[in-house]
């Protein structure tokens, strides 16, 4: 990716200085490199260019490393180094990247808050959520692997002990438990492996049971309903509650959005986030975004989730609208259709429960 990151950087016309450029690569590769949620938070928000509240100190942090050894940067420098740094993580389609996918299209919210970066930083979330959704539901090899065969003179060995000779019997008792430390350390670390990967295979098999019975059944089972009595204008909320609550593994099942057309969400119905929120009754507000998650609600990244937690707190009044349009950049007026939102919802929520 180091040539792609060449080409965005001069294209932004920054220093054209090769020394500084490659410093900058090699604070890219830092930030990126086994980043926490908290960092990988703080990237997304300096790519998308929204408020770093509660996060300065941790932004504070990035920004000198990725300053170091270079000269000072300026706004739209950081911005673009973050969003390289989360581009180079999503290259890796590992648990990391699915963290780092569901970060970025939560805070594109289906189309509602813009990206000014020189790549599709949106696309490279959506392409890796895919080949993840697809790649963790394969099940693991079962073919048996080449077993460990390190080398050990035996016979020198069986010499050195026929002498009697108190080195060369230290020397003999250490190589054999050398290469026998190094068979049983590389079966445990296969053993282990293997383990994870039929865990997180079993993980997926339950969820995918889950939601075949919850489709069998046809009752929402948190709300209490079947889906057939669910008004039109609750399903984008209520429906992505309900897959959420059976999806196990992120970014979840491959083919989510013909589940979710398929249980009554209707992609011509149009709704704004505030219309969606405020329509919803009181008392299902907590089934939603129940308090021990609130903690994790972002403004830049679970935009949604943010107005259902204002909401909340305005006891159900609807004087919260303004004021989260304000603080997440996201136009109240702007529509999305219900599919979308029930989409969009359902990616915030696995970042709460999963991410």
Known sequence: MQD???SWYSGMEFSENADVRSRRWAS?????????ATRLEVLTR????TKLQGLAAEAGQVRTQLAEGGPALEDEEVALLAAVALALILDERDTTAAKAAALVTGSACAGLRGLQQPMDLVGMALNAQA???????RRPPLEQQKLVNPQLDVAANLNAL???NIATVRAALEALTGATTKVLSAMAARQRSFETAVQGYVRVQDEELDILWWLQGGQCVRFGLPFAEVQPEFRPIVFAVELAALTKVLPGPTAFSSLLVRVGVDDTVQLTIPAAVQGLPQEWLARVLPEDRTGRVSMTTTPILEAVRRRQEADGADTWASVW???TGIDQTKPLS???????????LLQVTLG
């Open 325 to 327: 349009s304000t603080v």
């Open 338 to 348: 219900a599919l979308q939102l029930c989409e969009a919802l359902y990616r915030e």
């Open 28 to 36: 890219i590769q830092s930030i990126a490199n086994n980043p926490t």
């Open 46 to 49: 300096l790519a998308f260019r």
């Open 162 to 164: 026929a002498d009697g």
């Open 4 to 6: 792609q990151f060449d």
């Open 131 to 137: 080949y993840l959704s697809e790649t963790a539901r």
